[in-house]
Every structure is written in C-alpha cells, then in structure tokens.
C-alpha cells in the first residue's frame, strides 16, 4: 500500500546525491569495490579486512533467522546489500547444518567475487535493492545492515524487500542513527568537541542518516508488516585504532572539516595525537556505539 509522507528534506540535512551514498554507485559503475569521494574526503576499499565490533549483533540476528525458519523445509534466505557474506556465513553457522538456500545481492560486483569466494554455496546477484530482480513472495527471510542509510528513497526500498518475503516471512535490518551513533567518553572538552564535529560531518554525507528511526517509523504504519520491534545494541572501542589499526580513515573526513572551514588545523592534529597517545592510553578516549539497532518484523499472512 502506498502512502504520502513527508519529503526527504523535512526530515534529514544530508544531502542525497553527495557523500558516502553516492560513492557507492559511482564505485558500481566503475566495477570497483574502492570508494571514493571528494565531497567526503573518503576513499576505502570495502573488501579489506577490519575488526567488526558489531559481530555480537551480527550473530543475534543469524540466530533469530535460523530460529524463524527451523520448520521450514529448505527455506530460503537472502541478505540484501550483503556485501562478501560475512552475514550470511553467520547465518549458516546458526542453522547447523539445516539444508537452507542461501541467496546474496549487492551493488557491488567486485564485493561479490569475494562473497562466492566466502560461500560458494550461495548464489549471489549483482542488482539494486530498488529494483530487486525476485518474483513476489519467494524468500522465507530477508535481513540488510547499513544499507537504507545510504537510500534516498528508502520506504520504496522497504517496499522492494517486504514484496519478496513471503507471508509469515521473518524480515531483520540493521541500521543506525548517523548523527549519534557513536558517543565519546573523555572528560576532554576539546577531544568531545571535534568528535561532535565528526559525527555531524559523518551524517551529512549520509542519504538517509537516521535510517533506524525512519525504517522503524514506515513499516510500523506498513499495511503488509506486523509485529515490529526495535532492540538496541551497545558496544565499545576502548581505543581508536581497534576497529582499522590506524586513524587514516577518522584522518580524511577530519580534513575536509578543516578545508571548509569547520575544524582547526590544531584541533585535528590534538585529535589524532591523542587517539594515538595519551588520552588513548589512559582510558580518556573511549567510544561507545549506540548501535546499530535491530529492526525486526513479519510479513502478514
């Protein structure tokens, strides 16, 4: 059922077609799995390896996934946007060795040649979650992380993976609150001050950065979902570098803050000094993730 809602702008500050997003699809059209951006500062290439902290989460979700479809004969299960299958192994590992078809899509080609490296037992399919190439209710499950985020039109993408699930069918996102996901504990006013200054940054190269809440919103006025619940999630860096082994990348969005005016160049360089020093060594540089938040739901018989 479609519905009129408020536009885009009246709800969010970023900008759709700039930044993180957009970086996606011109890595798509490049056949590249290397993002880059010149409005953002970021360039990442998106099959390195990093230390995940959300794995916790990652390995919930599989297990509320196997749980739902225990008594279903060979269900099948897709993750869209699922990037080189890390959560569709997790899921593999949770049903222990039930027969189950495992079904993978992306954007991005060059992410799913590592994917069909990781499970060769799935299929996988380079496509839009706008467009999803599936006839209408085929899958037993469906699940995304961090991928309405980076949506425009993220209710049309909710649309596209309610109409595959079939009815009864479990549905799990992942998503976050961009502009306070993240929270720093330091009793440094000048570390929270650029660090505040980050965050808001990072969620205006977002298309949609308070993608949990507005998900959340949609499918609870959805005709075709019931039974919507949000559950929260929580972890911590206890140092900078655990999750890259480096601050490169903190490093490039900081300076296009200072290129536009936003952040000192004193400021950065005290910023990253301490991520590395002593701030970092003495606990006064801790981050706490606030997500991402669990959005799970079924589709209506």
Known sequence: MKRDFPSMAEESTSDPQGGYSAAYRKAAAAGTAILSDSRSGMKIDHTMSYNDPTIPLRKRIAAR??????????PKCIDVACSMAGDLGHLKEALGGKPAQLFGIDLLEAQLVKARENLPEAKFTQGDVLALPYGDAEF??????????HIPDFRKAID?????MKPGAIGVFSEGEMDQGMMLLT??????????????FTAKMCANPRAASSSYKYLLSHADVEDVTMEAFTNFLF????MFGTMDYDAQGLKKLVENGTLAQDDMDYYLAEATGRSANEGNF?????GPIEIHFRKKK
Not at 286 to 290: G, I, L, M, R, Y
């Open 187 to 200: 009793s440094d006013d000048r570390l929270r001050s650029v660090h505040q200054k980050k965050t808001e």
């Open 286 to 290: 801790v981050q706490q993730f606030c």
């Open 65 to 74: 996934i196997a749980k739902s479809v225990q008594d279903i004969e060979n």
């Open 160 to 164: 596209e993976m309610i109409r595959i």
């Open 140 to 149: 037993d499950s469906v699940q995304t992380s961090r991928l309405l985020v």
């Open 239 to 242: 140092k900078p570098t655990e």
